[in-house]
C-alpha cells in the first residue's frame, strides 16, 4: 500500500483478544496503519502477536506502548478501560486519539474521559461483531464486514478525530452510525445484552440438573439449546464487565422481559392458544426484517 493511503503512522492496541487482533488483521490488510503497537499484560498473547503478524512490536509496559501513537484503541474488558485510561495518559502525546472497542458506551466514556489530558480526543466505538472465541488466535480480519460499527461522541468532540476513527473502521467493511451513548446503551440492552443473560441462565439451568439428565441434555441437544451453548461460551469476564457497567438499562429491559415471560407462563397455563400464536407471529416478522436488513 502507498504511504498515502495510511490514515494512522501509528497505532497502539492494548488487549490483543478477538476484537483487537481482528482490527490488527484488517488494518494491515487494508494498508490503513504503518505500524502497529500491541500492548498486553500477558506475555504469552505478546508472543503470540508477534508470531501471527498482528503487529510490528509489542510491549507490557503501558507508557511506553502509547509514545508517539497516533491513535490508541483500549480493547479490553470494559471494567478495566478506566485503569486502562490513568495508566496511559502521562504517555500520550498531544493531538492523539483515544478509542475502545467496548459494548457498554456511558460506563467507559465516565471511567475514560477523567483521565485524558487536554489535547487528546476520545472517540468511543462499538463494533457490533464477534464470536465465542478469544484471544489472538481467534481474530480474522473479515470480522467486520458487513457489520455494524457505533460511534458514542461525547458533545463537543474534534470532528476530525471523528472521521479518522470512522474511516478506519469503514476500511474494516464496517457499516458506521452516531449515536447518543444513553441510547446506545439502551439499544445494546435489548439486541445484545439481555440474550447474554437469558443464554447463561439456559445453561445454567441445564448444568444443575442432575448429571444423568444433563449427559441426555447434551447428547440430545437441538438447535435451539446449542445456539444458546454458543452465546453462553463468550468471554466470560468481558460479560461480566458489560452487566456490571450498564446495569440501569439492563435491569429495565430484564423486568420487562420478565413481564412478557409471565404473560406467557399464563397463557400457556390457562391455555390461550390464541395469545400465544399472536406472539408467535410478531416475533416471526421480526426474524423476517433482519433477514431483509442482512443481519441474519
Not at 464486514?145 to 460511534?151: A, K, P, S, T, V
Not at 470512522?166 to 439502551?186: F, V
Amino acid at each position: 500500500m502507498p504511504t498515502d493511503s495510511f490514515i494512522f503512522d501509528r497505532i497502539t492496541i492494548i488487549g490483543i483478544g478477538l476484537i483487537g487482533s481482528s482490527l490488527a488483521l484488517s488494518a494491515k490488510k487494508t494498508g490503513s496503519v504503518r505500524h502497529i503497537t500491541v500492548c498486553d499484560i500477558n506475555k504469552a498473547h505478546r508472543e503470540e502477536a508477534l508470531e501471527l503478524g498482528l503487529a510490528d512490536e509489542t510491549t507490557g509496559d503501558f507508557i511506553e506502548a502509547v509514545k508517539d501513537a497516533d491513535l490508541v484503541v483500549i480493547c479490553t474488558p470494559s471494567g478495566s478501560c478506566g485503569t486502562v485510561a490513568s495508566a496511559i495518559a502521562p504517555g500520550l502525546k498531544d493531538g492523539a486519539i483515544v478509542s475502545d472497542v467496548g459494548s457498554v458506551k456511558q460506563a467507559i466514556i465516565h471511567d475514560v474521559a477523567q483521565h485524558l489530558p487536554d489535547g487528546v480526543h476520545f472517540v468511543p466505538a462499538h463494533p457490533i461483531a464477534g464470536t465465542e472465541h478469544s484471544g489472538p488466535s481467534a481474530g480474522f480480519a473479515e470480522l467486520f464486514e458487513g457489520r455494524w460499527l457505533i460511534l458514542t461522541p461525547p458533545a463537543g468532540t474534534d470532528e476530525d478525530a471523528i472521521k479518522k476513527v470512522s474511516t478506519l473502521w469503514e476500511r474494516t467493511g464496517s457499516n458506521i452510525e452516531i449515536m447518543d451513548a444513553q441510547h446506545h446503551d439502551m439499544v445494546l440492552a435489548i439486541t445484545s445484552h439481555l440474550p447474554h443473560l437469558i443464554a447463561y441462565t439456559i445453561v445454567g439451568t441445564a448444568d444443575d440438573l442432575g448429571d444423568h439428565l444433563k449427559k441426555e441434555v447434551i447428547k440430545f441437544s437441538a438447535s435451539g439449546f446449542r445456539d444458546f451453548t454458543r452465546i453462553a461460551a463468550s468471554d466470560p469476564v468481558m460479560w461480566r464487565d458489560v452487566f456490571l457497567n450498564n446495569k440501569e438499562a439492563v435491569l429495565e429491559i430484564l423486568q420487562r422481559f420478565t413481564e412478557d415471560l409471565t404473560f406467557l407462563q399464563r397463557a400457556i397455563r390457562w391455555g390461550e392458544g390464541d395469545k400465544l400464536e399472536e406472539l408467535f407471529k410478531r416475533t416471526r416478522k421480526i426474524r423476517r426484517e433482519i433477514i431483509e436488513a442482512n443481519q441474519a
